[in-house]
């Protein structure tokens, strides 16, 4: 099947395999879906996904007076700053004033870019986000379990959704599959989606990293 026939999530399922991979793989990723991630460098990862979602949803926003395609595939229960909030106020996380990492810098930087040459990029980079919640709502009971926490607090980010979540998933495959867009636009999509995937990769391989130097230095202090 040649590239131009298939869906636009067909092609973003299959070109970006190998990267969803390496994110869902990462050493930080096991860690914590295995109970042994420290619970500041959870908050830390949270911080900077808010700061993440933050760029990405201000830009979906004004998008939305300039493209069909994300008009017609953003919706107001897919923003999930506020709930990145509410986990870090759960966790002691810091709400503002964090300092962006090297790769949360260059995703916003991609996502202005994006934002200001091709809108209909910005589809890609929030089809990650969005798609990250499938198996969000498995990584929650695990992580209220190592945290011990109750009622959803603390985890609103990984299953915002909760049991409607397959519904929501598939209105969103529609959508996108829906949406018209041109064989450039599609391109674009894809990259952005890829770029989207490495990011949070880099994010968590840093703080995963930082995570084991700080036990270094605390064993050897």
């Given at each position: 099947?040649?590239?131009?026939?298939?869906?636009?999530m067909e092609?973003?399922?299959?070109?970006?395999?190998?990267h969803?991979?390496?994110?869902?793989?990462?050493a930080?990723?096991?860690?914590?879906?295995q109970g042994?991630l420290?619970?500041?460098?959870?908050a830390?990862?949270?911080?900077?996904?808010?700061?993440?979602?933050?760029?990405?949803?201000?830009?979906?926003q004004?998008?939305?007076?300039?493209s069909?395609?994300?008009?017609?595939?953003?919706?107001?229960?897919?923003f999930?700053?506020?709930?990145?909030?509410?986990?870090?106020?759960?966790?002691?996380?810091?709400v503002?004033?964090?300092?962006?990492?090297?790769?949360?810098d260059?995703?916003?930087?991609?996502?202005?870019?994006?934002a200001?040459?091709?809108p209909?990029?910005l589809?890609?980079?929030?089809?990650?986000?969005?798609?990250?919640?499938n198996?969000?709502?498995?990584?929650?009971?695990?992580v209220?379990r190592s945290?011990g926490l109750?009622?959803?607090?603390?985890?609103a980010?990984?299953?915002?959704?909760?049991?409607?979540?397959?519904?929501?998933w598939?209105q969103f495959?529609?959508m996108?599959?829906?949406?018209?867009?041109?064989?450039?636009?599609r391109d674009g999509?894809?990259?952005?989606a890829?770029?989207?995937?490495?990011?949070?990769?880099?994010?968590?391989?840093?703080?995963?990293?930082?995570?084991?130097?700080?036990?270094?230095a605390?064993?050897h202090g």
């Amino acid at each position: 099947m040649s590239v131009n026939s298939q869906s636009i999530m067909e092609r973003l399922r299959n070109e970006t395999r190998g990267h969803h991979s390496h994110a869902e793989g990462s050493a930080y990723q096991q860690a914590l879906s295995q109970g042994r991630l420290p619970r500041e460098t959870y908050a830390r990862g949270l911080e900077q996904l808010l700061l993440v979602h933050g760029c990405l949803e201000g830009a979906l926003q004004e998008a939305m007076f300039k493209s069909q395609a994300v008009t017609g595939v953003v919706r107001d229960e897919q923003f999930q700053c506020g709930n990145l909030r509410a986990d870090l106020r759960c966790l002691g996380g810091l709400v503002e004033g964090t300092e962006p990492l090297p790769a949360t810098d260059r995703i916003r930087r991609a996502i202005r870019s994006a934002a200001a040459d091709e809108p209909t990029a910005l589809l890609g980079f929030h089809y990650v986000l969005e798609g990250s919640k499938n198996g969000g709502k498995f990584l929650a009971e695990s992580v209220a379990r190592s945290y011990g926490l109750d009622n959803g607090q603390g985890t609103a980010y990984l299953n915002p959704h909760g049991e409607q979540q397959r519904q929501l998933w598939q209105q969103f495959r529609t959508m996108m599959d829906g949406a018209d867009l041109t064989d450039q636009q599609r391109d674009g999509i894809v990259q952005a989606a890829c770029a989207m995937f490495e990011a949070i990769t880099e994010i968590y391989d840093a703080l995963y990293a930082d995570q084991l130097q700080s036990l270094e230095a605390s064993v050897h202090g």
